[in-house]
């Protein structure tokens, strides 16, 4: 065993290296990225709770149409966002792809229904675009940004903005 000590030169290395794998570390974002309709979406992994399959669902009376309802996983009772009546996108057809992303919006635990979960995802901050002033589908206070690939663009949602405050407040009257 040798007790072998760094230079003063291999120490400055050392943290340059250091210092660099964390500015690397800051650049890059990991996203859940799913799709809904035709197009693909991301959220922040570290909003991300989990993704189940769905279940069963209570439907709820009186509330928005973009909330499917209320279900009970593992003794929390989370609402069910729709994310296609959401977004005025046509409704879709479930089958063995759908699923449930729970994630957290604000102080709130909410299932958000996707056509299909594909990956996660390691973007740089070069990726990232504002989106464009002339955002043409979806509410522009939803979309946080557009993430570049090659041959393709993913919408990077902004979860503080998927909810209203008053939507929110809803939600907990229901889980409450």
Same mark, same amino acid.
């Given at each position: 065993m040798s007790n072998a000590t760094a230079t003063p030169n291999q120490e400055a290395d050392i943290k340059d290296l250091m210092n660099t794998d964390s500015e690397i570390n800051a650049e890059v974002t990991q996203l859940v990225s799913f799709r809904l309709a035709n197009e693909e979406y991301g959220v922040d992994?570290?909003?991300?709770?989990?993704?189940?399959?769905?279940?069963?669902?209570?439907q709820m009376p009186e509330v928005p149409d973009f909330i499917r309802g209320l279900i009970n996983l593992r003794g929390h009772v989370i609402p069910i966002v729709d994310l296609r009546k959401r977004f005025g996108l046509p409704a879709?057809?479930?089958?063995?792809?759908?699923r449930i992303i729970v994630v957290n919006v604000g102080n709130k635990t909410i299932g958000m229904v996707v056509d299909a979960v594909n990956e996660v995802l390691r973007i740089n901050e070069a990726q990232v675009?504002?989106?464009? *002033?002339? &955002?043409?589908?979806? #509410?522009?206070?939803? /979309?946080? *940004?557009? &993430?570049?690939?090659? #041959?393709?663009?993913? /919408?990077?949602?902004?979860?503080?903005?998927?909810?209203?405050?008053?939507?929110?407040?809803?939600l907990t009257g229901l889980t409450a």
């Open positions: 992994i570290m909003r991300v709770q989990e993704i189940i399959l769905p279940g069963e669902i209570t879709g057809k479930h089958d063995e792809h759908t675009e504002p989106p464009p *002033s002339s &955002v043409v589908g979806i #509410d522009h206070a939803y /979309i946080e *940004s557009l &993430v570049k690939f090659e #041959d393709k663009l993913l /919408i990077l949602l902004n979860m503080d903005n998927l909810l209203s405050s008053e939507e929110v407040g809803k």
